[in-house]
């Protein structure tokens, strides 16, 4: 049943924002632009976005819920109840079946919605991959275990994994190689599907720190990691871990990804901007636009039917203005407000360019930006 304080309105908009000329190796033959948006009223933090393309649904998890979308219309669906704090979903397509990662992980089917089980989790599960190639589900977490695998037929726990590190953003590339940004080692880890062993690190040598984000081009073995600090993508080979190249970015990067149809990377920040990266081959890449979408809108997803970008935000209510006083005998002293907590800072998870998730726990919009040509 949908919460009756949701409020769901549709806008149509036209945004989008370049750098200057110079800052350009090239351009876009058509710009890309926010060519669909919604709101919806709500409470509770959120983190990542997931588009399910092939079932045309939207995940935002918020709060102790799952809320879905139609990823055409952007109209809100029956929201998945009973997660404790999820962070993620991730939909494994030859089973059908959807997971969150939060503790529980709740797993449910992906046609219907209906809750299948409730699976134990160890750690604080943060991001989460379908891997096709084992067709399992890793759920990530800066705790140990590092990762937790999961079968994506049965939900059963099938092991974890340990990187050293926290993991932050997963890559993979359907040969049994998964990528993984460890944010506090600076560095890439490479982890065997099968054997679910650590094979390999590749360090960014001082590039960037603390990646957020990462893409794959997985044809060409290229890996895009997106930092922190220095507000970066650094470019590298997913065989041997060469550094290829380092492109500016903007500044508070929680996601990233990889468009195979359009050769393109991108990534998204709280300062307000989605990056987008032109591969011109293996080895020849350019920033080629960056498109301005709103604050604390860092987290973002790829739905590849339509090849749309979305990026999602929650921006609280603007206060009531204060009431009017007349006469002169007395004014009422104002009260400061606090600040609702946010996604990282204390009490919450990070601020509009902190490295943790994104959003306002207290009532606020959700907004759903659609980028694309």
């Known amino acids: 049943m949908k919460p009756h304080y949701l409020v769901f309105s549709a806008l149509l908009a036209v945004n989008t924002s370049m750098l200057a000329p110079a800052a350009f190796a090239q351009s876009p033959s058509t710009p890309y632009k926010i060519v669909q948006s919604a709101q919806l009223m709500g409470t509770g933090g959120i983190d990542y976005v997931y588009a399910d393309s092939e079932n045309r649904r939207l995940y935002v998890p918020r709060g102790n819920s799952v809320l879905t979308f139609d990823l055409d219309t952007l109209k809100p669906q029956t929201p998945i109840p009973g997660l404790m704090g999820g962070h993620e979903a991730a939909v494994d397509p030859v089973s059908g079946h959807g997971f969150s990662s939060s503790n529980p992980i709740l797993m449910w089917d992906a046609k219907t919605l209906q809750t299948i089980k409730t699976i134990p989790a160890q750690g604080r599960p943060d991001g989460i991959l379908f891997e096709p190639y084992t067709e399992r589900i890793y759920v990530m977490s800066h705790q140990a275990p590092n990762i937790t695998v999961i079968d994506g037929k049965d939900g059963s726990v099938v092991g974890t994994i340990d990187l050293g590190g926290g993991p932050e ?203 694309g040509q």
């Open 169 to 371: 953003q997963a890559q993979s590339d359907g040969q049994g190689h998964v990528y993984v940004d460890i944010e506090d080692k600076d560095s890439v880890g490479v982890v065997d599907a099968k054997t679910m062993k650590l094979t390999a690190t590749y360090s960014l040598n001082g590039k960037g720190g603390g990646p957020g984000g990462l893409g794959l081009d997985a044809k060409n073995q290229v890996l895009f990691a997106f930092c922190h600090e220095p507000a970066v993508a650094v470019i590298l080979s997913a065989t041997d871990g060469k550094i290829l190249d380092t492109l500016q970015i903007g500044t508070g990067v929680d996601a990233g990804g990889f468009n195979p149809a359009t050769m393109e990377a991108f990534s998204s920040q709280g300062d307000g901007t989605l990056t987008l990266i032109k591969e011109n081959s293996p080895t020849s890449f350019a920033v080629e636009q960056t498109v301005q979408t709103m604050s604390r809108a860092k987290t973002c997803t790829l739905d590849t039917k339509t090849n749309h970008i979305i990026v999602i935000a929650t921006e609280r209510p603007s206060p009531p203005p204060a009431p009017a006083t007349t006469g002169t005998a007395s004014v009422a002293a104002s009260t400061p407000t606090t600040p609702a907590p946010q996604n990282g800072g204390p009490g919450g998870f990070g601020g509009p360019g902190g490295r943790r998730g994104g959003g306002f726990r207290g009532p606020a919009m959700l907004h759903i930006l659609v980028v």
